[in-house]
């Protein structure tokens, strides 16, 4: 559509006088051209304007104002060349500082001086290649990992998958002791990288009527643990082996609750084969007033009450343990939307999308999505 055709819709939805529409004209052209418009999902032919449009539609008119007054001051953005910067520093300001410091403890020296130390430079470059990194899901942007440190990081240390087949695991250690001409080498530092943790249950849960420990670092283990016991592949990770967990973006409560979880989760994972802790780290934790909240967000809580289909419901979203998905996914409320991507736990006015079925003699509002998301369970 049209730019200004889709700015003089927004006005008439919003019905708002010359003045308002001059100001909120400027403000709408400013952040769809320097944000929204590179949302990866919007549909053929639309970008931001002309979704805002349609999205405030479902919305009576007395509710509109409160709806656009959200996504002016209290959506949260993060854009490509946000995630870009995130993923770009992950190698220097994470893998390698615990590479310098590992050395530097290993040799008793001080980390700022390894530089400096012929043993401790060989031991770096050593350390380095015996690191392996992991990609929990597609967010992971192993690609621009990988593009970023040519000559740092080859491309036999970079996978793309939390569950790793036995095959895979042979050729990666296949390819460590050919580059390190060492048939006994085995990976002393291993990351699994995700971009973003809202509840932190994805990556480590307790089910408590299974009573077993569940999530993508169980699933690792348990790839892990099966090749070490395949007689073709033996030994993959030594004795003083460290495992690390890196996000990109983690919400206050998220990097609490994994950081507990993954204490609680020790002893039972306790295993000859398995470090006595993970290693957490988050390049980006959003301010914990972040979350939409009574008292400051009523209008706005009010508006996912009235327009919310139970059909988004689903067994995978109870795991979270919160029914009613108005606030999100386990009940997180964050007005937070990713570039490639709208975390189901932000509040489901900002992504869900229904058509208002109805079920058991009661028709739901249909929902319309403000950026669409794309669902990893259908």
Known sequence: MNEDLALRIMGDIMRWDDDESRKEFRWLKLMARLKYDGYRDFQAGMRFTESLATWLQQFDQAERKDAYTFVKERLVYVGPGEVRRLVEQFFPNTIRQRIVQTVASNLGIKPYTVLTNPDAAAAIKRLSRQTLVLGLSDGARMDIVRHSNVGRLSNEQLVLAPQIDTEKWKDLLKNLREDLEDPDALFKIVYLVDDFA?????????????????????????????????????DIVAPDWQLCAHHYMATADAKAKMTDSEMSARQDMKHKNWPQEVHLSFATVFDEKLPIAAGTDDAFIDLANKYYDPVIETKHTAVGGVKHLGMGYGGCALPIVLEHNTPNNSAALLWAETTGETKDGITPPAMRPLFRRRQRHV
């Open 198 to 234: 809202g509840t932190g249950t994805s990556f480590l849960r307790y089910k408590t009527n299974e009573k077993k420990w569940s999530g993508k670092l169980k699933r690792f283990r348990t790839s892990l643990f099966k090749a070490i016991n395949d007689p073709d592949v033996g």
